[in-house]
Antibody, heavy 124, light 107 residues
Framework: EVQVLESGGGLVQPGGSLRLSCAASGFTFSSYPMNWVRQAPGKGLEWVSAISGSGSDTFYTDSVKGRFTISRDNSKSTLYLQMNSLRADDTAVFYC?????????????????WGQGTMVTVSS | DIQMTQSPSSVSASVGDRVTITCRASQDISTWLAWYQQKPGKAPNLLIYAASRLQSGVPSRFSGSGSGTDFTLTISGLQPEDFATYYCQQANSFPRTFGQGTKVQIK
C-alpha cells in the first residue's frame, strides 16, 4: 500500500525549532517530488515547500524562506522539514504529500497521497 | 504569486443536487489545476488533476473543466458522503497556491 506517515510535531516555544519527518512506503520514493502542506486551525490549506526526487531542487513559500529547510534521504525513504525560528502563526497541522507522477514519469504536480498530518503548536 | 479565488465560499444543497464550484486564477495557468475534497479532521483527497482528469478511485459524478484562468468542479448527483470542503490548487508555478475553500453543506 502506498502511504506516507508524518511524525515530529509537538508544542514548541516561539523562536524554537522542530524537525518533522515523513516516512514513505509502497512506492519508489526517489522517483517522486514531495511536498509539505499546512493547515492552521479552522483555516484553509497552505503549500509550504517542495523538493525534487533527487533532492537537488527545493522550493518554499515566502513566509518560511530562511527559516524552514526541506530535505530528503532517499536511502531511508524519508522526507524532512527542519523548522527554525518558529512563530505563533506557524501553528498548524503539517501534511506530507506526494506528487502524482504517471507511468512515463510525467509529473502532474497534483498531490495524490497525503499523510494523516502532524500538529505543530507554537506557544509560550 | 498566483492568487486562486473560489466561489461560492459555501453552498447548501440536497442529496441528488448538481453542485458547481468555480475557481479563478489571477493569471493563465493553462490546465495546471487540481481539486481536492477534505472532510473534518482528515487529510485532503485528490479528486481531479490537470483540470479535467479524474483521479483513480474517484466516483464519476465528479468532473472538472476549464483552462487558462477559469475552472469548474461539478458534482452531478450529490451523495451524503460528498458533504465536505473543496479546494482548488494551481500547479503552474511556485509557490503552489490553494483557493480558500468551498464548504458544501446539507440543505
Amino acid at each position: 500500500e502506498v502511504q506516507v506517515l508524518e511524525s515530529g510535531g509537538g508544542l514548541v516555544q516561539p523562536g524554537g525549532s522542530l524537525r518533522l519527518s515523513c516516512a514513505a512506503s509502497g512506492f519508489t520514493f526517489s522517483s517522486y517530488p514531495m511536498n509539505w502542506v499546512r493547515q492552521a486551525p479552522g483555516k484553509g490549506l497552505e503549500w509550504v515547500s517542495a523538493i525534487s526526487g533527487s533532492g537537488s531542487d527545493t522550493f518554499y513559500t515566502d513566509s518560511v524562506k530562511g527559516r524552514f529547510t526541506i530535505s530528503r534521504d532517499n536511502s531511508k525513504s524519508t522526507l524532512y522539514l527542519q523548522m527554525n525560528s518558529l512563530r505563533a502563526d506557524d501553528t498548524a497541522v503539517f501534511y506530507c504529500a506526494k506528487n502524482r507522477v504517471d507511468s512515463s514519469g510525467y509529473s502532474f504536480r497534483a498531490f495524490d497521497i497525503w499523510g494523516q498530518g502532524t500538529m505543530v503548536t507554537v506557544s509560550s | 504569486d498566483i492568487q486562486m479565488t473560489q466561489s461560492p465560499s459555501s453552498v447548501s444543497a440536497s442529496v441528488g443536487d448538481r453542485v458547481t464550484i468555480t475557481c479563478r486564477a489571477s493569471q493563465d495557468i493553462s490546465t495546471w489545476l487540481a481539486w481536492y475534497q477534505q472532510k473534518p479532521g482528515k487529510a485532503p483527497n485528490l479528486l481531479i488533476y490537470a483540470a479535467s482528469r479524474l483521479q483513480s478511485g474517484v466516483p464519476s459524478r465528479f468532473s472538472g473543466s476549464g483552462s487558462g484562468t477559469d475552472f469548474t468542479l461539478t458534482i452531478s448527483g450529490l451523495q451524503p458522503e460528498d458533504f465536505a470542503t473543496y479546494y482548488c490548487q494551481q500547479a503552474n508555478s511556485f509557490p503552489r497556491t490553494f483557493g480558500q475553500g468551498t464548504k458544501v453543506q446539507i440543505k
